[in-house]
Each structure stands twice: as C-alpha cells, then as structure tokens.
C-alpha cells in the first residue's frame, strides 16, 4: 500500500519537476538579457580578467647592449647616392611593403607588437674631428642563436626549444652566408642582416649609409657611420629575417 502511494505520488510529482524547471530557466533566460534583449554577459573573459593572451614577446632575441664599440662602416663622409645602397634598401622596403605593408616603428609595430625593443633601431649622434657621425645600435640576437628564421609569419614568436634544428640547417646558413638574404625568411638564421640610413639630400629621399651584418656578427649589431655633408636629420633602418623592417624615428644631426 505505502508502496503504492509512493508511486503515485512520484507520477503525480514529474510533471510538476518538469513545469517547474522549465519556469526557472526561462527565468535565468530572463535575467542574461538586457532590456533590449541582446546578452548582458558573454563566454569567456572580459577586459581585466581570464586568461592572459598569447602576445608576442621577444624574451627569446632581445640582446641589451653592451657598450662594445660598434662597427666603423666609414671614417669618411660616403659619396651618395651610392646605387648598391639604394637598390638594397628598395629591395628591403619592397618586401616589407609586399609582407606587410608599412615598416615597423616604436608607435606602429604592427603584428609584431611586443617586439619593438630588440628591432627599434636606436640611432644616436656624435661628432668626431669636425664630422657628424651617427652610430645604430639594434638589440637583437644574431648567429648561432639557435632561432630559425624559417617563414615570417604575423605571430612570428620563434619558440628557442623548438628551434635545436639550427645544426642542421648549417648547410643552409653557408648559402646564407654567400649573400644577404633577399627575401624575409630566405635566411635559415635569425638575425639583422642590414642596418641602413636615409636623409635628404639636395631635396632627394637618399640612403646616406649602408652595412650588412654577418649572421655569426656580435650581439646585439651596432655600427657607425660618418654622414655626408648637409645632412640635418636621418633615419635609422633594420632588418630582421624573422620580423622585417623597422625604423627609427627621425634624428636632428
Ligand atoms: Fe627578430
């Protein structure tokens, strides 16, 4: 008999379960609205919460300088324009532009946010027996850094455990070695290949200076130039195989 009423009361009791939980979640529907009836609270993390997210760093090839005397591209002012330079500095310009568009700066690094402080270049002025000279300092990794180039990418963080192929790509760093690399990636090796300057002069756009960086050069890459005569102001450039063109901001010599 009690047996039976339990199982009655149980039939009797389902559907008011079911009637009750449908009222409640149209309820919890109810409250995630808004009066206009769009989602008041989303999945996922909102600004200042959750998950932190996966930026670029550059942990892995930023090199601080070390006070180390930079490279002497030329003790003379150069005699400009000089076509070499101006045809490798188009070639640069022309692939950041074919990759990515604008070259890189401090304020505008692009997808490579997070990497300005190894790629900016930091140029700074000095003047030595009568001559104005600008020295460029890029605090980045070079040579047997064990960072592939492998293909430029816009999240292009190397991951350095991952990059223990450095060995084997030797053979590809030798060609590398024949010639700066021409297009990003080309180069098996992570490093600045080309640090270069350009001012106006006689109201022309002119590469004033020039200088390709062996892979296997000191860390991080520095060098000085002597500035041709009349040059006011100059902007320092360079190139990463991994992370393209950057630049400096402009420099009043
Ligand atoms: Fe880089």
Redesign the pocket.
Known sequence: MGQNIRRRDVIRAVPLVVFGSAVAGFGRFLLGCSSDGTPMRTQGPTKGEGPATDKPT?GD?FTPGTGEPPVVASEEPPKVPNPQWESRAKQLEGEQQRLYGAVFTLEAPGPMVG?QR??VPQAHVTVENALPRVTVLVE?VMGKNLLEAGAPAADATVDAAEAGKADASADAAKEAEAGPPVEAGAAPI?YITTVYLRAVVAGKDTVVGLWEFASDDAAPPTVKFTLPAGVTSVVAYEW????GLWKSAALSV
């Open positions: 550059d090839e990497k190894s790629h980045h992570h990463c195989t991994l992370h």
